[in-house]
């Protein structure tokens, strides 16, 4: 796909500069604007396997596909995405036979990243008679309370705070028996499947509005909920994937998987072998927090054991702003290392609005400076790296991710090729989605 070179800096025509282009051009990166449409998450809700979960933060797998051919990525290269989310990197490097590691942070995307990279049709036939017993089991409980489910499987209420106004009771009821039925030792070779199709059951079926990118409560519809409805229409997708995958993808295997880790740490230990590329998305500093969105699904999968560890996995995540993530940076003003201070260019104006935000932001810079510094560790000398984020305003102060994220890698001794700008995000609100292009 070829891209035009941008030229947006002297165009006499373009409308004044707005602070976004202003601070590009006075950082002296080179800069490009690239279209290749919608490059959300809503591209990947139409197509094979990505469509098993819906992760709103995602990029669209024709980004990844774009990059993957720009870069010029072959079955001899090893890809990384550090970030890895839903897996939307990873499940298209499987695609094309490119070996790719995943890691990611979230159990329950991890899970779902590594369980999308399941492409077997051996047993599929098993899954009508998983549909059968779980409708016959719904049928036997219909009349039956709640607790009485939880006694026979031996199981417990999902840890969720008001855990009932996430799920009507019968509905959680229905739930429960589709979860604990794929455990059967006569599904494991579908279980992948049979965990993806009820874990996206869960969250479709609860009381939310799923048209927003957030998760808000939908206290008073009206929808009718059918759980053994909705499992089955994934199933069927799932179904019709893997037919299409095992068809119509050639030199496809399975040679991919998604690790539960932490990249901010050493990750040398983690992934075998050095990195030819890295298609990525870390977290934006936009106070967006994957533990709070996907808390539903972590706690109803049985992902964690206490309500502790969603606060702990917060505060270990990038952008972590969740309960004590933010009652943390809320008091004195967090130590900046010398070494990178020059470089956040929001500080001194942030700090005097908002200690919080500020912290916010410095904590969020800090994590992904541990990153990079690890990301040297592994790459190999042909190594380029590609780093999707998005610039945001705190407290009315503009975070030039872009631009400081760049300086980051640059002090790291990256080379930073150029700034890729694709769309305007969220309306008039001079929001950016920028692909940072780096090489070793
Ligand atoms: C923008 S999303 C990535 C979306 C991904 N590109 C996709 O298409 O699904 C960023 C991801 O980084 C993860 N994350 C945050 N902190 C992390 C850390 N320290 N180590 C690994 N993953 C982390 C989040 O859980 C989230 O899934």
Redesign the pocket.
């Known amino acids: 796909m070829k891209y035009q070179q941008l030229s947006i800096f002297e165009e006499p025509s373009k409308p004044e500069l707005n602070c976004f282009h202003r601070n590009l051009k006075k950082s002296g990166f080179n800069y490009q604007e690239i279209d290749i449409g919608d490059i959300t998450?809503k591209g990947g809700q139409t197509e094979l396997v990505h469509r098993w979960y819906r992760?709103t933060?995602?990029?669209s797998p024709h980004l990844v596909r774009f990059f993957l051919k720009d870069l010029e990525v072959t079955q001899d290269n090893l890809v990384c995405?550090?970030?890895?989310?839903?897996?939307?990197?990873i499940i298209e490097c499987q695609k094309k036979g490119v070996k790719a590691y995943g890691?990611?942070?979230?159990p329950l995307?991890q899970t779902v990243g590594n369980y999308s990279l399941s492409w077997k049709i051996d047993h599929l036939e098993l899954f009508t008679n998983y549909l059968k017993e779980i409708a016959e089991i719904i049928q036997t409980y219909d009349n039956q309370s709640l607790d009485l489910v939880i006694e026979q499987f031996n199981t417990r209420i999902p840890i969720i705070h008001n855990v009932f106004r996430w799920w009507k009771v019968t509905i959680l009821k229905d739930l429960i028996i589709g979860r604990e039925i794929i455990c059967k030792k006569n599904y494991s070779s579908i279980y992948p499947y049979l965990w993806l199709a009820v874990n996206k059951a869960a969250l479709d079926c609860a009381n939310i509005h799923r048209n927003h990118p957030t998760i808000t409560f939908d206290d008073h519809h009206t929808r009718e909920i059918d759980v053994y409805a909705e499992i089955r229409k994934n199933l069927q997708i799932i179904a019709d994937d893997l037919y299409n995958l095992n068809t119509n993808i050639r030199n496809h295997s399975e040679l991919n998987s998604i690790i539960l880790?932490?990249?901010?740490q050493s990750f040398k230990e983690i992934i075998p072998g050095s990195v030819d590329f890295i298609i990525?998305?870390?977290?934006?500093p936009n106070r967006y927090s994957?533990v709070h969105q996907t808390r539903p699904q972590l706690y109803f999968m049985e992902l964690l054991d206490t309500v502790q560890q969603a606060t702990a996995i917060d505060l270990?995540?990038?952008?972590g702003t969740w309960g004590k993530a933010t009652s943390i940076l809320q008091n004195d003003l967090l130590e900046v290392p010398d070494e990178i201070k020059p470089y956040l260019s929001y500080y001194d104006e942030l700090k005097e609005k908002s200690i919080l935000m500020c912290n916010y932001a410095t904590k969020y810079f800090i994590?992904l400076w541990q990153h990079i510094k690890h990301l040297k560790e592994i790459v190999s000398e042909r190594f380029q790296g590609v780093y999707v984020v998005g610039n945001s305003r705190l407290s009315n102060v503009e975070i030039f991710t872009e631009v400081i994220l760049s300086q980051l890698f640059e002090h790291e001794g990256f080379k930073v090729e150029k700034i890729i700008s694709f769309r305007k995000r969220g309306g008039k609100k001079r929001l950016y989605e920028t692909a940072i292009c780096i090489k070793s």
């Open positions: 998450f992760l933060p995602s990029y995405d550090p970030f890895s989310g839903r897996g939307t990197t890691i990611e942070l979230n995307l880790g932490d990249s901010t990525t998305s870390p977290p934006y994957y270990q995540s990038i952008g994590d």
